[in-house]
């Protein structure tokens, strides 16, 4: 059974810090391509980060400078550390893996929720 849980959220003021996390199970985690994305209410969800099988990190435009992904392939863990939080990076993240060798498969997490106020 595949899963993927993450963690790490919560709220925190503007200007703060936040590490989330990603942990795999059930799947071989470093053919896998992991991204986060987020979905704040009433809007649709957007990608955010994303890290390949290789370590190779992206970023969107908007947390560009702020957000680092990294991976972990021995704890089938990627983390998203996010600084200098503003409140319109509140929204439930959540995690995807994306394999594109080996046969096409996605699996999604259930996310956790970051809420940016004072």
């Given at each position: 059974q595949?899963?993927?849980v993450e963690s790490g959220g919560g709220l925190v003021q503007p200007g703060g810090s936040?590490?989330?996390s990603c942990v795999?199970?059930?799947i071989i985690f470093n053919?896998?391509?992991i991204g986060w994305y987020r979905q704040a209410p009433g809007k649709q969800r957007e990608w955010v980060a994303g890290i390949t099988s290789a370590g190779s990190p992206n970023y969107a435009d908007s947390v560009k400078?702020?957000?680092t992904i990294?991976?972990?392939n021995a704890k089938n863990t990627v983390y998203l550390q996010m600084n200098s939080l503003k409140s319109e990076d509140t929204a439930v993240y959540y995690c995807k893996a994306d394999r594109l060798s080996?046969?096409?498969a996605s699996y999604w997490g259930q996310g956790t929720q970051?809420?940016?106020s004072a």
């Open positions: 595949v899963q993927l936040l590490r989330l795999a199970s059930g053919r896998y391509s400078d702020r957000f990294s991976r972990d080996y046969g096409y970051v809420t940016v």
